[in-house]
């Protein structure tokens, strides 16, 4: 259900998702992926500050592989999860709830 919101979303803003895993294992669930060259990177988990730690973790070793002299570093990082609130960790990757996906 995530994923489908998340391609709902994208596609409203001429974007795409994709799932990403490398040849050492490294894998998110979804980048979104816009026409213009943004992106961002998600985690998808569910609450307890283990798993989101751990998406995060995964999240920020990512974002320190990125070539930035081939693309542009991700405009977001977010763990998608079932938290009553939205916050942003002081790594900067932002916590926010599925339920700030609904109209």
Same mark, same amino acid.
């Given at each position: 259900m995530c994923i489908r $919101? #998340?391609?709902v979303y994208a596609e409203s803003i001429d974007g &795409?998702?994709? %799932? =990403?895993? $490398? &040849? !050492?294992g490294l894998e998110v669930d979804a980048i979104i %992926? #816009?026409?213009n060259g943004n992106w +961002?990177? @998600?985690e998808i988990k569910l609450y307890s500050e283990e !798993? @989101?730690?751990e +998406?995060? &973790?995964n999240l920020l070793k990512l974002a320190s592989i990125i070539d930035e002299s *081939?693309? *542009?570093k991700p405009s977001f990082l977010m763990v998608l999860t079932a938290t009553e609130t939205? =916050?942003?960790r002081e790594d900067g990757v932002y916590v926010v709830p599925i339920t700030c996906f609904k109209n």
């Open positions: $919101d #998340l391609r &795409k998702v994709y %799932h =990403y895993r $490398d &040849k !050492n %992926h #816009l026409r +961002g990177v @998600i !798993n @989101i730690q +998406g995060a &973790k *081939k693309m *542009k939205a =916050y942003v």
